[in-house]
């Protein structure tokens, strides 16, 4: 079967199982097997893949897997990322975060930077690649992230992994930035979730009863390791965007951008003196 057969033969298939997004899934799905981006896909049509790992993929999308799990890995920001089963799936607007942090952190040359809740490392893997005079700690207590997380810094020499809960700050170095994706759906509302997003980790998503127990941790474990002037880049749930104000208590010039839908997303804070 040529690329453009399986292609044709995708999107048929999966929106004949009400699947949305037939065609960027299907295109997803056969330039993975191809082993090509999809941009490259018009240059390969003709190329040929094995049907078995095709209708493999296939099935699984329609019994609701992520397609981000399905492919296996990722992109984000200027990277590709491996994911699966365990570990949060990287998204548009966190690369948004990972911009802000990234343009601060170039200023600072050399620094120490932590990301904590670190799962796949998109964010913090992204930063070491982006500022290599940084040092960049990636602190995740998950088994099933870290198996991601050191798959993908594997190889990054200013990437330190640590296995850790985030309440626990012992041991480590003050800090220059504190970038964090952390879990911010109320727990109430995780099951008013699409599918898809109900196949990644509960413990990625569950933010508490409010939403923000992570940055509660943060406010009160974290001001203290930062140096003087240290900041703080946060992405925050929708609808969090006034109620962050009350939780970053020990931070000051608080500020809450938007992401590219509109939507409060994003927060920068600097260290209280």
């Not at 990301?115 to 602190?139: E, F, N, R, W």
Request: charged share 25%.
């Amino acid at each position: 079967m040529t690329l453009k057969e399986a292609y044709n033969y995708s999107v048929y298939f999966l929106s004949c199982n009400g699947i949305d997004e037939a065609e960027f899934k299907s295109l997803c799905i056969v330039c993975s097997l191809a082993g090509i981006k999809n941009s490259q896909f018009k240059m390969h049509q003709q190329d040929d893949i094995i049907m078995k790992r095709l209708a493999d993929m296939l099935w699984r999308v329609k019994s609701g897997e992520p397609i981000q799990y399905v492919i296996g890995k990722w992109d984000f920001y200027e990277s590709e990322f491996y994911v699966g089963k365990g570990v949060l799936i990287p998204r548009p607007e966190t690369e948004e975060l990972c911009a802000l942090a990234v343009k601060h952190i170039k200023n600072l040359g050399e620094c120490i930077v932590y990301d904590l809740c670190a799962g796949s490392g998109c964010i913090g893997v992204s930063i070491a690649k982006a500022c290599p005079d940084a040092t960049i700690y990636m602190i995740e207590k998950s088994g099933d992230a870290l198996f991601y997380l050191l798959k993908n810094s594997d190889g990054i020499s200013n990437a330190r992994i640590i296995c850790a809960d985030i309440k626990n700050t012992n041991d480590l170095p003050k800090g220059d930035v504190i970038v964090s994706n952390p879990p911010y759906v109320k727990s109430d509302d995780i099951k008013t979730l699409q599918s898809e997003v109900l196949y990644e980790p509960a413990t990625a998503l569950d933010g508490g009863k409010d939403g923000l127990d992570f940055y509660r941790i943060i406010n009160d474990n974290w001001f203290d390791m930062l140096n003087k002037n240290g900041h703080l880049f946060l992405e925050i749930g929708e609808d969090q965007g006034k109620d962050i104000f009350n939780v970053l208590t020990h931070f000051k010039n608080i500020n809450v951008i938007k992401d590219m839908y509109g939507n409060d997303r994003m927060v920068t804070a600097c260290k209280k003196d």
